[in-house]
């Protein structure tokens, strides 16, 4: 195993131990990028407890996105581990801007 797999199990045993003195969420979550981008890093990563993979869109463009979503379909095929993805879109969700100087009111 290479350092940053050592590494990152290192640091999900850590996470295991303050879970069994605090209640914590079940998710373990990595950012997928630049340096966790292979299949075999991700396998390395989905077999020490990842759940949830974070895809962040600030970074890089369409086809390096999909390039490691394809990495993680792999992984997932190869180790039989479920894994959920969550996007990181860019900018605001949402931008409300008054350009009168009545109020406004928002409802869902």
Do not use: W
């Amino acid at each position: 195993m290479d350092d940053k797999l050592l590494e990152l199990q290192k640091q999900f045993e850590f996470a295991q131990q303050a879970k069994s003195s605090i209640q914590l969420s079940e998710r373990n979550v990595v950012e997928l990028g630049q340096n966790l981008r292979s299949v075999d890093v991700i396998s390395g990563c989905l077999k020490v407890g990842m759940s949830v993979a974070r895809f962040d869109f600030s970074l890089g463009d369409p086809d390096y996105h999909q390039e490691v979503l394809e990495n993680l379909k792999a992984a997932v095929k190869s180790t039989k581990k479920l894994c959920a993805v969550m996007l990181d879109t860019v900018g605001a969700e949402l931008q409300v801007v008054n350009k009168r100087k009545a109020s406004i009111s928002l409802q869902a």
